[in-house]
């Protein structure tokens, strides 16, 4: 009964005080009872079992007491712990280099430190916990240090920034006012909370775009070193008509002073003030040729002949570029207008003055067959001399290793090499027309396997298609023909990329059809055709249709070495077109007997077997130009060389015999200036020594050089040297 008086909710003081006011009741009750039946001393019994259970109770409450303030003192010391934990996360954090700020899983900020947002002072204040993400990332976007992109809206920014909100990992650069750049990394954590560190890489940007700015430089010398080789003048004027480049030759041929071009001067000026110094040949005049340059829509390729004092005649074509700018070029045909003004006099009397005018007509002849051969000669000169740098330029590149070059700077890295790539396809294509011209171009007529160059043909053009959203089938042949392998690859070559760089959708299909004693290799394309007015002329030196081809990727040399290469090997060569369909060239190689071919190594094979090959050995380079001595030294180091190194044969003797080792292989120049030449130096070294390996590495395409290396038994490699064809040759040691 008398714990039904006690509220179990009541604190253990309040239950313990109502049990001694029972106590005390009861007691009172007994005392004042007098029932003579034994009822009070009932009653005092139980008052005594009561006292007993109170005391208890009492005692359990002490102890329920004695714990209750043991997890209270407890709860304390974590609380105090947690604290403590707090502050040492928020000191860890503020030491952190870098801004740094956390969400929770409700996109809501606990915690940053005191360098996120340092950038954007006015957005500084709002940083505390309890922002929302979405609020802060409408704060940044009405920055007013934000710089935000141009066209773009801080509306339109903000939506832009939440949705990169939404990846897992994101890491991305935001562009400050003042040129200053801000890296913004953010993550995820394991919770669904979010991570944000921000790290000013502005000095990295800048350092990167000095480094980008001087590859360009580097590319920028390269391409006028070219246009200053030229023997035609050229200019070149933006889509505004402005002057954005010229070379030397354009100045020499028009005597005018260099420092009268300047960049950014504009056509008209240049018309206006050279006006009084120039007339236009018969179909064109000053107003004619300002309509053309203005001319809003596309301008067709403009041909006419422009004189200066009435000594000097300029052959001008004057062409569009992609980018509405145009490209104008001055040829020098005094000499060949000379000879015609020649010809039609000697014509108005040629009865009575027969003997006189025919003599002054082989004077003329010769006279034209020496500017050829000038000609020639200036190209096997020019090329000599452009072939130096650009081999340097590409083994400096090959030096490069990919783990050194950021993934920014791999990129103009690439872009340089393509470049480099496209500017020796140009010569060498000149060099094949002037070969094929003068004859003195040399075939070996061998079995030649379709199978093999077809497969390197497909490897070789698939990825160029495949950029050009084009679709390259070469299909498989077994046969084997009887033809120059080198002048056969070149052929198809020039076919294939014709087709694909004139195509601008559909397909490319290379194959081979068996007829009689007979292999017809066929080009088709799905491109626009070549009308029969113009299927003569495309096989004409620099004669390009117009088509959606940059001047970048062609001078229109291809068709004119096919169709000299054909006519030099008695391959037969056709051609079937029709507007709108495509086209389809042919040429018909006579079959061979089967031969077995010598397998070809995997690539990554042949460069570990050559790095293997030469580690650890020593190689000599004789080269008289500086820059392309460097870079091979560069290159045969990367790959474990030690190099010993002179610009003439004389020293390279007398260094050898100074130092008294031998080196283990030797590349030499052939042209090495005024003293010996490559295979005279390398006779000597083998009077000397013995067969000491060597390698000639020349500009020179003679078939006497050739020859002379193949009579000796000393390797040749052609420049431009590749990387590819050195790893090649170190392998064979």
């Known amino acids: 009964m008398s714990l039904a008086l006690i509220d179990p909710s009541d604190p253990p003081e309040r239950q313990r005080d109502k049990l001694l006011e029972i106590v005390r009741a009861l007691m009172a009750r007994v005392e004042r009872t007098t029932d003579d039946g034994g009822a009070a001393y ?21 102890r329920t007491l004695e714990l209750l303030n043991l997890s209270n003192e407890r709860l304390a010391e974590a609380t105090r712990a947690a604290e403590e934990a707090r502050q040492n996360l928020a000191n860890a954090i503020e030491t952190v280099q870098e801004g740094f700020a956390l969400f929770d899983a409700d996109d809501v900020l606990v ?30 976007s009405r920055s007013r240090y ?8 801080p509306e339109d920014w903000a939506v832009r920034r939440k949705r990169r909100h939404y990846d897992r990992h994101s890491i991305f650069n935001v562009r400050l006012i003042w040129d200053r750049w801000l890296q913004v990394s953010e993550h995820r954590t394991a919770d669904g909370g979010t991570v944000i560190l921000q790290t000013d890489v502005t000095d990295l940007i800048r350092i990167e775009r000095l480094e980008r700015g001087k590859m360009l430089d580097d590319q920028a010398r390269v391409i006028r070193a070219t246009l200053d080789h030229i023997n035609q003048g050229v200019c070149i004027f933006d889509a505004e008509g402005r002057l954005v480049g010229w070379n030397q030759r354009l100045g020499s041929l028009l005597a005018i002073p260099m420092n009268r071009f300047r960049l950014g001067v504009s056509f008209g000026y240049l018309l206006e003030r050279f006006a009084h110094e120039i007339s236009f040949g018969e179909g064109m005049d000053a107003a004619h040729l300002e309509a053309w340059v203005q001319a809003r829509h596309e301008r067709a390729p403009l041909s006419f002949e422009l004189r200066r004092h009435d000594e000097l ?13 145009f490209v104008m070029s001055f040829t020098d045909v005094t000499a060949e207008r000379a000879a015609i003004e020649a010809l039609s006099r000697a014509n108005e009397t040629l009865e009575a003055r027969v003997m006189e005018r025919t003599l002054e007509l082989e004077d003329a002849l010769g006279h034209a067959e020496r500017a050829n051969a000038s000609r020639s000669r200036f190209v096997a000169a020019a090329s000599h001399d452009l072939l130096q740098p650009l081999s340097a330029a590409k083994l400096f590149i090959a030096t490069i290793g990919d783990e050194a070059v950021a993934p920014e700077s791999r990129e103009a890295l690439t ?9 020796e396809g140009i010569l060498g294509a000149l060099l094949d027309i002037s070969k094929l011209e003068s004859g003195r171009a040399a075939v070996s007529i061998q079995p030649v396997r379709l199978d093999r160059l077809m497969a390197q043909l497909s490897d070789e053009f698939a990825p160029i298609a495949a950029a050009r959203g084009l679709r390259l089938t070469v299909l498989p042949s077994s046969a084997v023909v009887a033809s120059d392998p080198t002048y056969l690859r070149r052929i198809l070559q020039n076919l294939i ?7 601008a959708k559909g397909r490319v299909l290379v194959g081979a059809r068996m007829t009689a004693g007979m292999v017809r290799l066929e080009v088709w394309d799905t491109g626009p055709g070549i009308a029969e007015a113009d299927q003569e002329a495309i096989f004409k030196e620099f004669h390009r249709l117009d088509a959606p081809a940059s001047p970048a990727e062609g001078m229109g040399l291809g068709l004119a070495i096919v169709e000299r290469a054909c006519g030099l090997l008695g391959h037969p060569l056709g051609l079937r077109s029709e507007i709108g369909r495509g086209t389809c060239f042919m040429l018909q190689v006579p079959r061979a007997e089967s031969a077995p071919a010598p397998s070809v190594p995997d690539a990554s094979a042949v460069r570990a077997q050559a790095k293997v090959a030469v ?26 060389v030690s190099v010993l190194d002179a610009p003439s044969g004389e020293e390279a003797l007398a260094l050898i015999e100074e130092i008294g080792i031998l080196p283990d292989f030797f590349l030499v120049d052939q042209q090495l200036g005024a003293g010996m030449t490559g295979v005279e130096f390398i006779r000597t070294m083998r009077d000397r020594h013995g067969p000491v390996p060597a390698c000639i590495v020349t500009a020179a395409r003679r078939p006497e050089v050739a020859a002379l290396c193949a009579e000796t038994g000393i390797r040749l490699i052609q420049k431009p040297i590749d990387a590819r064809v050195l790893e090649e040759f170190l392998r064979a040691l």
């Open 42 to 62: 009932a009653q005092f019994q139980r008052a005594a079992m009561l006292e007993d259970q109170v005391r208890e109770r009492t005692a359990d409450l002490q």
């Open 111 to 140: 915690l940053c430190n005191s360098r996120f947002g340092m950038h954007m002072l006015d957005i500084q204040e709002h940083l505390k916990p309890g922002l929302s993400f979405g609020g802060y990332i409408d704060r940044v």
């Open 146 to 153: 934000l710089a935000l992109p141009e066209a773009e809206t």
């Open 313 to 325: 005649i300029l052959d001008v074509f004057a062409q569009e570029m992609s980018d509405r700018g």
């Open 415 to 423: 872009k340089a090499q393509k470049a480099l790539d496209s500017v």
């Open 497 to 503: 990329g014709n087709a694909i760089r004139y195509t």
């Open 615 to 640: 580690q650890d050995k020593i190689a000599f380079l004789v080269e008289n130009d500086d820059d392309l001595r460097q870079a091979m030294g560069l290159l045969l180091e990367k790959w474990g």
